[in-house]
């Protein structure tokens, strides 16, 4: 059984620029999530896609967006960086939601300078 | 509003002691999840339990153990003989109910365990 994988592992950025952050889901999850962890805090959710679709989202702005495949993959997608973006990113899957154990993977740390 | 509280901000044992880590959440739902998941120095979020709010039978496994008590909204985790390897940043989440049927995590702020040999 493959577990969740990302790439890249480590991103850096410069203000106003775009990026683009990948997700493999677990074999046999249909749902993924995206959650955005900054240093010393617990991570945020970002949102979630099923069935490529957004099935729902937290408190973050437009710029951030996403897509799911029909492989389940995801891409997250952050537009016009902001310096307060650098994070880690981390991306989880899971079989439809609902309180289904989500499973991480090793994420991405996004540094926007 | 859904909240998960981790007062602990840190906490320093030496190996082979016992520890426990606190765990408070609020919420208005009847029906939710909680979960417990360890983030070593590498950054990936390791699943350690899921448990949801109907079964508050306490759940032992290895050295890991959980206390689940809706009466006062705790979902403390203990460490038994605790080992160097244990060191991690461990989060408490709540699945947050009102979000439809997204699962969304609600997260504590965690606490970082060091064991020292």
């Known amino acids: 059984e493959t577990g969740v994988t990302q790439s890249p592992t480590h991103l850096i950025k410069t203000r106003g620029q775009q990026v683009t952050l990948r997700c493999s889901s677990q074999s046999g999850h249909n749902t993924v999530s995206w959650y955005q962890q900054a240093l010393g805090q617990g991570p945020q959710f970002i949102f979630q896609y099923y069935r490529e679709e957004e099935n729902g989202r937290g408190n973050f702005p437009p710029r951030f967006s996403g897509l799911q495949f029909p492989n389940y993959s995801s891409e997250l997608n952050v537009n016009a960086l902001e310096l307060d973006d650098s994070a880690l990113y981390l991306c989880?899957?899971?079989?439809?939601?609902?309180?289904?154990?989500?499973?991480f993977g090793p994420g991405t740390r996004l540094l926007v300078l | 509003a859904q909240k998960v509280t981790q007062a602990q901000t840190e906490i320093s044992v030496v190996e082979k002691e016992d520890v426990t880590l606190d765990c408070v959440y609020e919420?208005?739902?009847?029906?939710?999840?909680l979960f417990w998941y360890k983030q070593p120095p590498s950054g990936e979020l390791v699943f350690l339990i899921r448990?949801?709010?109907?079964?508050?039978q306490n759940e032992i496994s290895g050295r890991y153990s959980w206390n689940f008590q809706k009466s006062t909204s705790s979902f403390n985790f203990t460490i038994t003989a605790s080992q160097v390897v244990d060191s991690a940043v461990y989060f408490c989440?709540?699945?947050?109910?009102?979000?439809?049927?997204?699962?969304?995590?609600?997260f504590g702020q965690g606490t970082t365990l060091q064991v020292k040999p």
């Open positions: 989440a709540l699945s947050d109910p009102g979000s439809g049927n997204t699962g969304k995590l609600i």
């Open positions: 989880a899957s899971s079989f439809l939601g609902g309180g289904e154990t989500q499973y």
């Open positions: 448990r949801n709010s109907f079964d508050e």
């Open positions: 919420t208005r739902d009847t029906t939710y999840y």
